[in-house]
């Protein structure tokens, strides 16, 4: 079986023979009971392979849909001209590659089409070749944009450049309601959706399927269609790793399954991360390894983000389905670029439950992460490694003595708040660890205190900020936090920590 790694040409996947799962009853379905649509999906999800499939739909190309669903569907297969803007190809922190990029559509559009005098903005540009475009070939036009969203998302930091491209965009997708009756279709994807002062403030004729059942596998994979398109490639991958077919598939649904994008949906796969693995024949990081979150974690310093609140947050679907460019709220731009996803709904209040997808954008993001929080920098997945160790050859003066170094010199990783950043690598810390040992992290008071577990050992840890390691041990002790283990064989050791905020590192830790 042939692999369609990195091809997002519709084209190329058909002619070529690469596996293909047909979503063009979905497609069919848009196109008859619609005209303008918008879907928010994060990045190497299928996005521009669906525009692709559209274009080769509105051009007639029928012979590629042969053995595919919409080929009985559709009865007339007419042609339209299509305007396809992919914003995925420019660097969009130079001041002017968004005029470069779209000035180089038009002139070739207008090449075929004709321009105008009058014609002096790159709004009105393209409000005129629609126009001609659909009187000089008596079709109405097909309008495709791919990542929308891309100058804006690279110009967080850049407010004066995002805000002249938000302007510009404003104006050039007004095209969309301004020219109604010279448009047949228009689709719009990208991974995030600016609402309020932003490009989406003006088109309220969009619909947007993002969070519509009746659309969640229109991009991804489920597990049906793993199953009914992938079996050969199971089968390989579990002689390759010597797991049955059934673990196999477990594992694949661990790793990368677990994205909804709706509340009581079914789980979609990341559609690279599956295929890379299925064609390489193992298990990795594929979709986190493509692209890193630099932004998010800019953006959550920015505005002070508490981490462990990442898998505890309950938002409100007005907010995690719009974003504000000017908002302090960091966490529906994490979710809609894939690192959190639906996880519950609370009928009553209205608030939707957010959580990592699966464990590769969990381990990736919260190891990216580390190095980021902590003066540890590189070296961050050596000390994890070494932690979990020091916890499994029951040397826990060892783990405090490699802790206290990993927290020195963090001057310029404090931003101010001197306790969110002890409660956020502590946090990184422990997460990460119990991906190869047992640990609990439960909170009380905003401390921070953690519960691990090996073989051999049992490790009760409570830490203090401007206090002191005993207080820190006396809290175990008035707690009862070792009860649940008082019929456990292993032996248990209780650590009591204080951190200093004058020297912004380990004061001193006890261990009982």
């Known amino acids: 079986m042939k692999y369609p790694i990195g091809i997002q040409n519709f084209d190329e996947i058909r002619i070529g023979e690469y596996a293909y799962i047909d979503k063009t009853r979905l497609i069919y379905k848009l196109v008859d009971e619609g005209k303008y649509y918008f879907l928010s999906r994060p990045r190497r999800f299928g996005k521009s392979l669906l525009i692709s499939t559209l274009e080769a739909y509105f051009r007639g190309q029928k012979e590629l849909f042969n053995g595919l669903a919409i080929?009985?569907?559709?009865?007339?297969?007419?042609?339209?001209?299509?305007?396809?803007?992919d914003l995925?190809?420019?660097?969009?922190?130079?001041?002017?590659?968004?005029?470069?990029?779209?000035n180089d559509y038009l002139c070739n559009w207008e090449k075929e089409y004709g321009k105008s005098e009058s014609e002096t903005t790159l709004a009105l540009r393209f409000k005129g070749v629609v126009e001609r475009a659909a009187k000089k070939t008596g079709s109405n036009v097909v309008i495709l944009v791919d990542e929308y969203d891309k100058p804006i998302l690279q110009t967080f930091h850049d407010r004066e450049l995002q805000d002249n491209y938000r302007n510009e965009l404003k104006a050039f997708y007004s095209v969309l309601k301004t020219q109604d009756r010279y448009i047949k279709f228009a689709f719009l994807t990208g991974v995030t959706k600016f609402g309020k002062v932003s490009v989406f403030s003006d088109l309220n004729n969009l619909m947007d399927i993002s969070m519509d059942n009746?659309?969640?596998?229109?991009?991804?994979?489920?597990?049906?269609?793993?199953?009914?398109?992938?079996k050969e490639g199971i089968a390989e991958l579990s002689d390759a790793t010597g797991d049955t077919e059934e673990a196999t598939i477990e594992k694949l649904r661990a790793n990368y399954d677990g994205y909804h994008f709706v509340d009581n949906s079914i789980g979609i796969y990341n559609p690279f991360s599956l295929l890379n693995t299925l064609a390489r024949l193992k298990f990795d990081d594929y979709w986190f390894e493509t692209g890193t979150p630099t932004f998010l974690v800019e953006l959550m310093k920015l505005h002070h983000y508490e981490l462990r609140n990442l898998t505890k947050e309950q938002i409100s679907a007005d907010v995690i389905n719009s974003i504000d460019s000017m908002s302090t709220n960091p966490i529906p731009v994490i979710y809609q670029s894939g690192y959190l996803t639906i996880k519950g709904y609370n009928e009553r209040f209205k608030k939707y439950k957010l959580g990592f997808p699966n464990q590769e954008v969990e381990q990736g993001f919260l190891n990216f992460l580390l190095p980021r929080y902590s003066s540890a920098g590189d070296k961050s997945s050596y000390f994890i490694e070494e932690f979990v160790k020091d916890a499994e050859a029951g040397n826990p003066e060892r783990f405090m003595q490699r802790l206290s170094t990993m927290l020195a010199d963090t001057d310029y990783k404090v931003v101010g708040n001197t306790e969110l950043y002890f409660q956020n690598v502590m946090y990184l810390i422990f997460k990460?660890?119990?991906?190869?040992?047992?640990?609990?992290?439960?909170?009380?008071d905003g401390r921070i205190d953690a519960v691990i577990q090996t073989a051999d050992y049992i490790y009760i840890i409570e830490c203090k900020l401007d206090k002191s390691a005993d207080e820190a041990l006396r809290q175990i002790e008035d707690n009862n936090y070792a009860a649940p283990f008082q019929m456990d064989k292993r032996k248990l050791y209780k650590i009591g920590v204080n951190f200093s905020s004058g020297t912004r590192g380990v004061e001193e830790y006890k261990i009982d």
Not at 432 to 444: D, L, N
Request: aromatic share 16%.
């Open 88 to 102: 995925n190809t420019a660097n969009f922190r130079e001041k002017d590659s968004l005029f470069a990029i779209l």
């Open 214 to 230: 009746r659309y969640i596998g229109i991009c991804g994979i489920t597990e049906n269609e793993l199953k009914a398109n992938f």
């Open 71 to 85: 080929y009985d569907l559709e009865q007339e297969w007419l042609e339209y001209p299509v305007f396809h803007i």
């Open 432 to 444: 990460i660890m119990g991906f190869y040992i047992q640990v609990e992290r439960p909170t009380s």
